[in-house]
């Protein structure tokens, strides 16, 4: 098993950073890939960015390229998303995940093994 603690979210106004952790434990070295999802109210889990463990792959949803950079430190089984120039529209639940499978382009939700509970960005105008 994998667990993952999600810090760093909170309220920000727009134009704002914001810097998430995601600290993993357990079986890491399982680990093929991980990523930050987010889910909006009324809106379904979608994919914000993801990071091959051990090669330099790394994935941006669209909505997010140039704002946000995703980043990993194995030494402290650490990933890490930067995240500026935050729009009202970023507003969600952000999700620390990871994966056992061989990394490939736009992993999606189900792609996953394993969850963090969640950390809440609020971007106000």
């Known amino acids: 098993q994998v667990q993952l603690v999600e810090s760093g979210g909170g309220s920000v106004q727009a134009g704002g950073s914001l810097r998430l952790s995601c600290a993993a434990s357990?079986?890491?070295?399982?680990?093929?890939?991980m990523g930050w999802f987010r889910q909006a109210p009324g809106k379904e889990r979608d994919v914000v960015a993801t990071i091959s463990w051990r090669t330099s792959n790394i994935y941006y949803a669209d909505s997010v390229k140039g704002r946000f950079t995703i980043s990993r430190d194995n030494a402290k089984n650490t990933v890490y998303l930067q995240m500026n120039s935050l729009k009202p529209e970023d507003t969600a639940v952000y999700y620390c995940?990871?994966?056992?499978?061989?990394?490939?382009?736009?992993?999606?939700?189900?792609?996953?093994?394993?969850w963090g509970k969640g950390t809440l960005v609020t971007v106000s105008t």
């Open positions: 357990g079986r890491t070295y399982n680990i093929a890939a």
């Open positions: 995940a990871a994966s056992t499978s061989a990394w490939r382009t736009g992993l999606q939700t189900y792609d996953m093994d394993y």
